[in-house]
T-cell receptor
């Protein structure tokens, strides 16, 4: 499968723990996005990278959230001191520009 | 602020009957509109975009700027059309950011 890859598929953690998710975009795509989706809602934009530069962050992205794309390839999204409200599906998408976004299967986070 | 409204959370249609999934948007400029689809246990994928003016899997959507709508239509529903459908909008591309604002989605069920 040469699509966007996300790991892990599922993550269960206790409140207060830190978690990290990984996204491997389609190889020739220089644009990378993180979204969050909760039950009954559409995906909501979190942050955008063009190559290794993080160019936009949503107000939804609190100080406990940090994202990186160190070499302009894969990206990580870390949540520190998780809260129950962080429980959601975290989606990664990539794009070559001008053709819409290509989504991964997501990481389902459950905070107990 | 940009906003996408999908008024129907659930829609059931008999096989062979016409389908129309409604989407209205709020945006001050000239947006780009998309329909994304998520089949059971699959990732979110692009169905069509208004600038392409394509028909994909028999679906079409016309951008009506006067009514700020982008309804998705298909003349004859098929069982394999059962899925979750999201309408999405992309605004000005700052730094090449084609971030999408999604509606809450419509779950389409085709009754055999």
């Amino acid at each position: 499968d040469t699509g966007v890859s996300q790991n892990p598929r599922h993550k269960i953690t206790k409140r207060g723990q830190n978690v990290t998710f990984r996204c491997d975009p389609i190889s020739e795509h220089n644009r990378l996005y993180w979204y969050r989706q909760t039950l009954g809602q559409g995906p909501e934009f979190l942050t955008y990278f063009q190559n290794e530069a993080q160019l936009e962050k949503s107000r939804l992205l609190s100080d406990r959230f940090s994202a990186e794309r160190p070499k302009g390839s894969f990206s990580t999204l870390e949540i520190q001191r998780t809260e129950q409200g962080d429980s959601a599906m975290y989606l990664c998408a990539s794009s070559p520009g001008g053709r819409g976004l290509f989504f991964g299967s997501g990481t389902q986070l459950s905070v107990l | 602020a940009q906003r996408v409204t999908q008024p129907e959370k659930l829609l059931s249609v008999f096989k062979g009957a016409p389908v129309e999934l409604k989407c209205n948007y709020s945006y001050s400029g000239s947006p780009e509109l998309f329909w994304y689809v998520q089949y059971s246990r699959q990732r979110l994928q692009l169905l069509l975009r208004h600038i392409s003016r394509e028909s994909i899997k028999g679906f079409t959507a016309d951008l009506n700027k006067g009514e700020t709508s982008f309804h998705l239509k298909k003349p004859f529903a098929q069982e394999e059309d059962s899925a979750m459908y999201y309408c999405a909008l992309s605004g000005p591309t700052n730094f090449g950011n084609e971030k999408l604002t999604f509606g809450t989605g419509t779950r389409l069920t085709i009754i055999p």
